[in-house]
């Protein structure tokens, strides 16, 4: 089981840059799929960013491609979510997942299903973050 602590959200202006960033306990974090996810008020939990054990693979969203990035440092125990180019519409709280599922996996349930948020078994609380225009 993992364990996680999510922080670094806030408050920016439209076409500006936050770095999250995601602590976890558990002497298997390495051996996990981590990801981030996003839920704004009203709406439903939303796939942002998955990266397998190793870093080596990386998977986005269409609507953060090019705009956000997803790190891990395993000596660390920690992952990242560096965003740039924000936008109103990224406002949410962000919130860290993982899984001891293989990446692929993984990528198998969120882009098949309608709920992406399956392919997912340990969750942290989130932190806020707020784009404004």
């Known amino acids: 089981q993992v364990h996680m602590v999510e922080s670094g959200g806030g408050l920016v202006q439209a076409g500006g840059s936050l770095r999250l960033s995601c602590a976890a306990s558990g002497r298997t974090f390495s051996t996990y799929t981590m990801g981030w996810f996003r839920q704004a008020p009203g709406k439903e939990r939303e796939f942002v960013a998955l990266i397998s054990w190793s870093g080596g693979n990386t998977y986005y969203a269409d609507s953060v491609k090019g705009r956000f990035t997803i790190s891990r440092d395993n000596a660390k125990n920690t992952v990242y979510l560096q965003m740039n180019s924000l936008k109103p519409e990224d406002t949410a709280v962000y919130i860290c997942?993982?899984?001891?599922?293989?990446?692929?996996?993984?990528?198998?349930?969120?882009?098949?299903?309608?709920?992406?948020?399956?392919?997912?078994?340990?969750w942290g609380k989130g932190t806020p973050v707020t784009v404004s225009s």
């Open positions: 997942a993982a899984t001891a599922a293989p990446f692929e996996n993984s990528i198998l349930v969120i882009t098949t299903t309608s709920a992406a948020y399956n392919a997912m078994n340990y």
